[in-house]
Nanobody, 115 residues
Framework: QVQLVESGGGLVQAGGSLRLSCAAS????????MGWYRQAPGRQRELVAT???????NYSDSVKGRFTISRENAKNTVYLQMNSLKAEDTAVYYC?????????WGQGTQVTVSS
């Protein structure tokens, strides 16, 4: 069973940057999709960015050009580099691994952007 552990959240001023990390506890083989999602209080959880095992990436329009998803395979870690942060980016950010037929979620890490 794969476990995902997130880190890197915190408090940052608008315009600042943070890098989130998602470390997988075990080896991942075959086809998969890893993604970052976020959920603000009173709002539905939304997709932020995804990365397929073949290397393709996808971003929501709200973060495109500001956020970058990347991976370091040797460490089984996926990152989300967040630049030019806005107050509207404030949310709990979750890492997700989708590998049929299972979905795995991290515990979430809080990102707060102050104006």
């Amino acid at each position: 069973q794969v476990q995902l552990v997130e880190s890197g959240g915190g408090l940052v001023q608008a315009g600042g940057s943070l890098r989130l990390s998602c470390a997988a506890s075990g080896s991942i083989f075959g086809l998969y999709v890893m993604g970052w999602y976020r959920q603000a209080p009173g709002r539905q959880r939304e997709l932020v960015a995804t990365m397929h095992s073949v290397g393709s990436t996808n971003y929501s329009d709200s973060v495109k050009g500001r956020f970058t998803i990347s991976r370091e395979n040797a460490k089984n870690t996926v990152y989300l580099q967040m630049n030019s942060l806005k107050a509207e980016d404030t949310a709990v950010y979750y890492c997700k691994l989708a590998q049929w037929p299972n979905d795995y979620w991290g515990q979430g890490t809080q990102v707060t952007v102050s104006s």
